[in-house]
């Protein structure tokens, strides 16, 4: 039986990710000339990263510190199975108080649902400098 490492009403600090799209960046596979040195006739050829564009689209996933300045408290906690090829695995997923109590202070709602819903226990964490912490060691790691 999977334990949680969290109760029910626990003020806790969590944290989520945004993506971010950045468009037209320069392709970091042939420097943004469109075309690449092939290592064997060493003849230019269309860049296959690019199609020969120079430019690229590319995603970055930032995680961050929902709310530096206050806790959220867990309001529901649940369990949930995902299967795979492997087997099954057990997740316990948290809900907070954090988009009820503080949803109104946004202008577009649509923004925040879902925030401080389904979170995993490693997303939750007891201070604000163990997760800040983790959105740091989490950030680094994209590059
Ligand atoms: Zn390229």
Known sequence: MTKEKFKMND?????????????NICCPCC???GTVRSGITKCRTMCPVCSGKANVTSYEKKW???DSHRTAKISSISK????D??????????????FETYRYGFSDESDW????KGLKEDEIFRTLEEAQLECNKR???NF
Do not use: C, H, P
């Open 31 to 33: 420097d943004g000339r």
């Open 11 to 23: 003020e806790v600090w969590f944290i989520y990710s945004t993506v971010n799209l950045r468009s």
């Open 139 to 141: 950030n680094n790691e």
């Open 85 to 98: 090829e492997t087997g099954e695995e057990m997740s316990i997923l948290y809900d907070t108080s954090y």
């Open 113 to 116: 649902v879902g925030i401080g």
């Open 80 to 83: 949930k199975i995902f299967e």
């Open 64 to 66: 961050q510190v929902a």
